[in-house]
């Protein structure tokens, strides 16, 4: 997961040089088809769809809220990776949000393997996984038109996370039904779901590496998709059911610091905190025009 989103971080990096637009705005058409003749993109997305593999094998044995949260330790590989490419090493500001991030997300595991069980998904429970989402799609898509042009990394690393965090669901439901020989409507429909969700997250992660750097999206990629998949696995999928109150607590708080950190590494950043500085290509264009440059 670190090395592809390096690579496609890079690859989208080189796109956007080369087609141009504004990094707030998303990825257009054309920079999409661009996308598609980047080796380092596509080595990127092949890793990561490596790294899908290696999850999926592992949510087949283990609960959904176990899993999710360990891919958490490709953040600190990450910002390695970054650090090194880029020549840009973290401030004492940034390594606090990601101890933030690790520290929160490791609670989590620590307490989720204790008390997470497993039982059999409902066909009503996958209804209520599907309306859920639909209803987030709906959400998502709207402040994504509505305030296109002013969104910020934190924005699409938040949505792709959230998204990531019902395809993670949707697959467990999926491998849980076909383990169990249950193939029915239900099942395609949770397919059809999980494809379009992976999708339209898979847009939105793209979007991110072109208006922040690849530790801040993983970063969101692996606390608020694991957070999301918690979520759903204790609400829906029941799987801490019957667990004392004071282990709600301290997941909420572990999850809250998590949150906290990932929201100080978008702020505190050393390439945000460069790319806010420089001014726009428009910006530049005008005031290359007006002699005001």
């Known amino acids: 997961m670190s ?7 890079s690859g989208v990096e080189k ?4 087609v141009g637009g504004r990094a707030s705005s998303g990825l257009n058409l054309s920079h999409l088809l661009a996308l598609a003749t ?23 044995v ?51 393997a204790q008390h997470a069980t497993k039982r059999a998904v409902t ?4 209804l209520l996984i599907l309306a859920i989402l639909l209803a987030v799609t709906i959400i998502l898509l709207s402040v994504w038109i509505l305030l296109r042009r ?28 076909l383990q169990e020989g249950r193939v029915d409507e239900f099942l395609a429909l949770c397919g059809g779901s999980l494809v379009v969700a992976a999708a339209l997250g898979g847009y939105f992660v793209q979007s991110a590496y072109s208006s922040g750097p690849p530790d801040l999206v993983v970063a969101g990629l692996t606390v608020v998709d694991p957070l999301v998949a918690v979520v759903l696995a204790m609400a829906v999928l029941g799987e801490l059911s019957g667990v004392p109150l004071w282990t709600l607590v301290i997941f909420v708080g572990a999850g809250s610091l998590a949150i906290w950190g990932v929201i100080a590494l978008a702020r505190h950043h050393p390439v945000v905190a460069r790319d ?6 428009a910006e530049s264009g ?3 025009h007006t002699g005001r440059g």
Request: with cysteine; proline share 4%.
């Open 150 to 177: 002013r969104l910020a990394a934190l924005f699409y690393v938040s949505a792709a996370g959230i998204l990531y965090g019902f395809v993670a669901t949707l697959a467990k439901v999926l491998i849980d039904r």
């Open 15 to 18: 796109v956007k040089r080369n």
């Open 3 to 9: 090395l592809g989103a390096q690579y496609q971080h």
């Open 286 to 288: 005008a005031d290359a």
């Open 123 to 126: 066909n009503e429970d996958v």
């Open 276 to 281: 806010s500085e420089q001014p726009t290509t």
């Open 62 to 112: 283990a609960p959904l809220m176990v899993v999710q949260p360990l891919g958490v330790v490709a953040l600190l590989l990450t910002t390695m990776l970054n650090a090194r490419a880029s020549g840009i090493q973290p401030t004492k500001r940034s390594w606090i949000a990601i101890a933030a991030c690790v520290g929160g997300i490791a609670v989590f595991v620590a307490l989720a």
């Open 38 to 60: 980047r080796p380092s993109w596509l080595a990127g997305t092949l890793l990561l769809g490596l790294a899908v593999i290696c999850q999926l094998g592992a949510i087949s």
